[in-house]
């Protein structure tokens, strides 16, 4: 057989693709062999784009877990094309399937499918049995040489996990690639008999599934239990909410002093003057004060990766189902939602899975709702001003933890009140292709700590990065209107001054004053400029304060608890996010819809602020 | 099996997943014939083929999800996909 990858190819970079179902371990298998950190897809949809790393002199490249190759929702579409775009790419030398050890009748059914097409186009391919620590903690040895005759290709029994079998499979693979051995001889493509042939497989090689079932069931019993199953989801949600405030602090605390003390630092070596002012207000003030809420998206993002790497996420959509029907979404919008509360983004990318393409029209429209992370700042920093530090229970429960838990049920209900309409006024309802709900529930695991650590660290970077530039701007802009023509009157007669004054009748109803009006019209670029931007703007009117102390600095000067209730329900409802918006045009592929909720949000959260700010 | 008379003619409807009750066990005998053809073949890469045992191990309250047991995974269906897959009791 000739083949198309052949020796002037050798040299040029050669590429292994690994190819496989959701959660049969195969990003912690990428990991391993790459050495690259990154994130492990517990749940479909997670692992949206490809990744690529490094091998020695191998390209490895990761796709995203697909059911099959007969695409079902939009995100299966986006894997299965990338399938085949790499299946007609020259570059690509061998084809790695990973099968989940304790579930091989299933990951054999798309297996087979891969192998007949692996054939058809000419590529090598290898079988790797991923998590046999699984299979051996229950006294199953899968024969290996045998699996490997039937299948006509070669099959690697190894644990991402533990290590066992990796090393033999990286010594092999480069042979893998340069041998086309591998290609495999006897592939059926008939749809039934691919099924029929993996079960006969399974059946022959794979383990007993009810060993390992059993333990699940245990567990399920509990988790998935009518009404206990319910109590442990709530109280799994608000410890979710609340250790986002109380784990944080420390770490906050820590910023927050590092901050202070590298402004003192910095000013007292610099000769004062316009310079020192600007470090100080604009730099220090505003882009310091956003750095201290980093810590909680951390926190935030720990959480989620490890409900999500457990295996518990599948089961919240699950439980999630039947109410979330109610408001005219799915069970599966959940895991949208849920990672909606760390960034709009993702979260809006994620809901491709929902195969049904209204609701999933509905889940993305409603998803800005949830409290991201860019809310965070405001939140801490209003809460701050307004709410006491209490805490009961030895400090798991604090009161300033239970306003939080509030405001994400704000948004929460807003979305589901929202759906709701949405759903009862027939919207999109033209799109009557409507598709049952069917979710895998996968095993109960440990997560992997370095996977998890990586996804951490990658969300504050990510973060960061995102906000810092525009903050940055923001600042110094706000800080040039701010503190130019210099002084005599202040800031009240800075260029910003008189812009301010100039909108501050649009903000008299909510109780705030022309400060608040300049952050507020700010932050519809991104919410946590809010902070950055008041930040800036007490910098410059208190030169000798604390710069870290805004919270402190706003107490001072007494705004109003109702303008401050009033703020705080404005920004669980506006939709300010460039990004977001952006994001929703692409994914809708509608301008209307998405400045449509900039508009709609925003007048809502208008309203709703007037609101609150006249009854208290 | 139930029989049921409708406006005198008598027509036999077949047990779906959907009646299945928790803890019970049932062999699939086939899929209806209404369902589209991407349906039916993601349904048989699930594992929803005939002769497979399915059983059920929870019936989420207010007429919610199933879950049940097949072929080593655990899959959790609504109403609308247990009423398609046709078991015998």
Not at chain 1, 325 to 347: D, E, N, V
Not at chain 1, 571 to 591: D, H, R
Not at chain 2, 24 to 33: C, D, F, Y
């Amino acid at each position: 057989m000739s083949s198309t990858v052949s020796d002037n190819h050798k040299s040029a970079q050669q590429k292994v693709v690994l190819i496989g179902r959701p959660n049969s371990g195969k990003s912690l298998l990428f990991n391993q062999l790459t050495g690259l950190q990154q994130k492990v897809a517990n749940f479909p949809g997670v692992t949206v784009e490809l990744k690529s790393g490094k091998m020695k002199d191998l390209t490895i490249v990761d796709f995203p877990g697909t059911y099959s190759l007969h695409s079902f929702s939009q995100d299966e579409q986006v894997a299965v094309d990338a399938i085949y775009k790499a299946l007609d790419s020259d570059e690509t030398s061998l084809i790695v399937c990973v099968l989940d050890a304790s579930r091989l009748e299933r990951s054999l059914v798309f297996g087979l499918q891969i192998q007949a097409l692996a054939k058809k186009h000419n590529k090598g391919f290898v079988f790797v049995i991923n998590m046999i620590d699984d299979a051996l903690r229950f006294g199953h040895e899968i024969d290996v040489q045998g699996l490997s005759a039937e299948l006509g290709s070669p099959v690697f029994a190894l644990s991402a996990k533990t290590l066992i079998g990796l090393s033999e499979f990286q010594q092999a693979l480069p042979d893998l690639v340069e041998q086309q051995t591998c290609t495999p001889q006897n592939v059926s493509e008939n749809h039934d008999e691919v099924i029929t042939q993996s079960r006969h497989l399974a059946y022959k090689y794979g383990m007993n599934a009810n060993v390992v079932l059993k333990q699940q069931n245990k567990i399920d019993q509990f988790l998935l239990h009518n009404w206990l199953g319910g109590i442990a989801f709530m109280a799994i949600m608000f410890l979710l909410f609340q250790s986002i405030f109380t784990w944080a602090t420390p770490l906050m605390d820590a910023v927050e002093s590092g901050i202070g003390i590298l402004a003192t630092f910095v000013s007292g070596a610099l000769p004062e003057g316009v310079i020192n002012d600007f470090l100080n207000d604009a730099i220090f003030g505003g882009v310091g004060s956003f750095l201290v809420f980093v810590p909680q998206i951390m926190v935030l993002t720990f959480i989620i990766g490890l409900l999500e790497d457990s295996g518990y996420l599948a089961r919240a959509a699950l439980i999630c189902h039947k109410p979330l029907s109610f408001f005219g979404l799915s069970g599966r919008s959940f895991i949208p939602y849920l990672s909606g509360h760390a960034c709009a983004i993702p979260a809006i990318m994620a809901a491709r899975t929902i195969e049904s393409p209204r609701k999933r029209l509905i889940t993305m429209m409603t998803i800005p709702l949830m409290s991201c992370s860019a809310r965070l700042p405001v939140y801490a920093l209003l809460i701050a001003v307004f709410i006491p530090q209490t805490q009961y229970l030895g400090g798991l429960v604090n009161t300033q933890g239970m306003v939080f838990f509030g405001l994400y049920m704000t948004g929460i209900m807003t979305a589901l009140i929202v759906s709701f309409v949405m759903d009862k006024m027939h919207f999109a309802d033209g799109d009557k292709s409507e598709m049952p709900f069917i979710l895998e529930l996968p095993s109960y695991r440990l997560p992997h700590w370095k996977p998890l650590m990586y996804r951490v660290f990658n969300s504050a970077k990510y973060f960061i990065r995102r906000a810092a530039p525009v903050i940055f701007m923001v600042a110094v802009g706000i800080w040039f209107l701010g503190y130019f023509p210099i002084h005599e009157g202040g800031l009240e007669n800075s260029y910003l001054g008189h812009i301010g004054h100039f909108i501050e009748p649009l903000f008299e109803p909510l109780g705030v004053d022309w400060r608040y009006g300049v952050a507020i019209l700010m932050s519809f670029l991104a919410r946590e400029v809010f902070v950055g931007t008041l930040g800036t703007l007490f910098g410059i009117e208190g030169a000798d304060e604390n710069i870290a102390g805004l919270a402190a600095n706003i107490q001072n000067d007494g705004l109003t608890f109702g303008a401050g209730m009033g703020l705080l329900i404005f920004y669980v409802i506006a939709l300010q996010c460039v990004a977001t918006v952006a994001t929703i045009k692409a994914e809708t592929g509608s301008q209307k819809i998405a400045w449509g909720l900039v508009v709609g949000y925003g007048a809502l959260a208008y309203l709703m602020a007037f609101i609150v700010n006249s009854i208290f | 099996m139930k029989i049921v008379l409708i406006c005198g003619q008598l027509i036999m409807l077949q047990n779906t997943v959907w009646e299945l009750p928790t803890k019970k066990s049932a062999k699939i005998v086939g899929l209806q014939n209404g369902l589209s053809v991407a349906m039916s073949n993601r349904l048989k890469e699930m594992g929803f083929c005939d002769g497979e045992t399915i059983s059920c191990l929870k019936q989420c309250p207010f007429n919610g999800p199933k879950v049940v047991e097949l072929g080593g995974a655990i899959l959790s269906i609504d109403k609308e996909i247990a009423q398609n897959i046709k078991i015998k009791m």
